[in-house]
T-cell receptor, first 112, second 109 residues
Framework: EAQVTQNPRYLITVTGKKLTVTCSQN?????MSWYRQDPGLGLRQIYY???????DKGDVPEGYKVSRKEKRNFPLILESPSPNQTSLYFC???????????FGSGTRLTVV | QKEVEQNSGPLSVPEGAIASLNCTYS??????FFWYRQYSGKSPELIMS????GDKEDGRFTAQLNKASQYVSLLIRDSQPSDSATYLC?????????FGKGTRLHILP
């Protein structure tokens, strides 16, 4: 089954404790992206990657890091999480970024 | 000016009627346009994509694009209660994909 797999689904952590949210896709998509979704603000792009070793900032990259060492994986790293990063996070992938996304199931992150 | 604008709703439509959802975008460089459906607590699901002016039909769904007026619309014919969801409009500008905040649609049984 073609899918984007995110883990974990739920995460509660404390301020300053580094965490990684994993994302993997099995569709051989070049384009992968991370979004956060907040009430009243909608989906906002954090980072995206056009291909292996190619990443770029979206609209809200502050406080986040990503890497793309393999085509299938695109982890999101929060090196020092803060409460304002409490949000619902989605990973998504697309063929060349031109044909619409397949989204992962989401990760609900709470930073206390 | 917001890049992608949608009326937040809720838009209430009787079952069996046509639901009309609208979206405007600010950047004339936008190249591709998408409609996603998102049920509460779930991830967005792609339902339509459109790339050129005019209409594109897929089952009960029709997407309409007018680049001169910078708007995209989604029509849902024969609306069903299962169509009740938030509908997200998105555009591709350069390498970024930008979403509107979504319109909540409520189909009245």
């Amino acid at each position: 089954e073609a899918q984007v797999t995110q883990n974990p689904r739920y995460l509660i952590t404390v301020t300053g404790k580094k965490l990684t949210v994993t994302c993997s896709q099995n569709m051989n998509h070049e384009y992968m992206s991370w979004y956060r979704q907040d009430p009243g603000l909608g989906l906002r792009q954090i980072y995206y990657s056009m291909n292996v070793e190619v990443t770029d900032k979206g609209d809200v990259p502050e406080g986040y890091k990503v890497s793309r060492k393999e085509k299938r994986n695109f982890p999101l790293i929060l090196e020092s999480p803060s409460p304002n990063q409490t949000s619902l996070y989605f990973c998504a992938s697309s063929f060349l970024g031109a044909y619409g996304y397949t989204f992962g199931s989401g990760t609900r992150l709470t930073v206390v | 000016q917001k890049e992608v604008e949608q009326n937040s709703g809720p838009l209430s439509v009787p079952e069996g009627a046509i639901a009309s959802l609208n979206c405007t975008y600010s950047d004339r460089g936008s190249q591709s346009f998408f409609w996603y459906r998102q049920y509460s607590g779930k991830s967005p699901e792609l339902i339509m994509s459109i790339y050129s002016n005019g209409d594109k039909e897929d089952g009960r769904f029709t997407a309409q694009l007018n680049k001169a007026s910078q708007y995209v619309s989604l029509l849902i014919r024969d609306s069903q209660p299962s169509d009740s969801a938030t509908y997200l409009c998105a555009t591709k500008r350069d390498d970024k994909i930008i979403f509107g905040k979504g319109t909540r649609l409520h189909i009245l049984p």
